[in-house]
């Protein structure tokens, strides 16, 4: 037989303990399985560290291709409207703080965006360039690990940076 102190206290932690919370900040999201795991591996203790150094977010997603909506919405707009629409969209969804990159291989597309906080003081434009700079040179050699790497290698240094300047 149960108390009845014991029945309102195993109620009162059932109640309160709630659904688990999500990691944050979020593991990279490849579907496109462009990554080998232990780039993976890698880069998510990366941008594990990046968070906690800088509380900044540094959110990557990569998908095989785009859903049949995306690609009537893509052909209504052109590629290079869509796809900064899409990484918008994604900041804002998922209430990113920092950096986003969508990758996508069908139609081959890369996007890195920030969200305005971001972009408007410790991650701008030319960090932007300089990152994706980081990425392409690897992957023109094939080096999709080395891309990845090397590109959070590259926000990291811009974060850094820009540190004192908030």
């Given at each position: 037989m149960l108390s009845r102190t014991f029945v309102p206290a195993a109620l009162f932690l059932a109640v309160s303990a709630g659904p688990a919370r999500a990691v944050y900040p979020p593991p990279?999201?490849?579907?496109?399985?462009?990554?080998?795991?232990?780039?993976?591996?890698?880069?998510?203790?990366?941008?594990?560290?990046?968070?906690?150094?800088?509380?900044?977010?540094?959110v990557i997603e990569t998908y095989e291709s785009l859903t049949a909506e995306q690609v009537k919405e893509m052909?209504?707009?052109?590629?290079?409207k869509f796809f900064p629409k899409l990484a918008l969209k994604r900041i804002?969804?998922?209430?990113?703080?920092?950096?986003?990159?969508?990758?996508?291989?069908?139609?081959?597309?890369?996007?890195?965006d920030?969200?305005?906080?971001?972009?408007?003081?410790?991650?701008?434009?030319?960090?932007r360039d300089k990152a994706l700079g980081k990425f392409f040179a690897s992957s023109k050699e094939g080096?999709?690990?080395?891309?990845l790497l090397g590109m959070l290698d590259a926000i990291e240094t811009s974060l850094k940076s820009h540190a004192g300047s908030k």
């Open positions: 990279v999201k490849d579907e496109a399985k462009v990554f080998s795991a232990g780039a993976l591996e890698k880069a998510n203790a990366k941008i594990r560290d990046i968070y906690k150094k800088y509380k900044k977010d540094v052909e209504k707009e052109t590629e290079k804002d969804d998922l209430g990113v703080n920092g950096v986003y990159l969508v990758l996508v291989k069908k139609p081959r597309y890369l996007r890195m920030m969200d305005l906080a971001t972009r408007t003081t410790v991650f701008k434009s030319a960090d080096d999709l690990d080395g891309a």
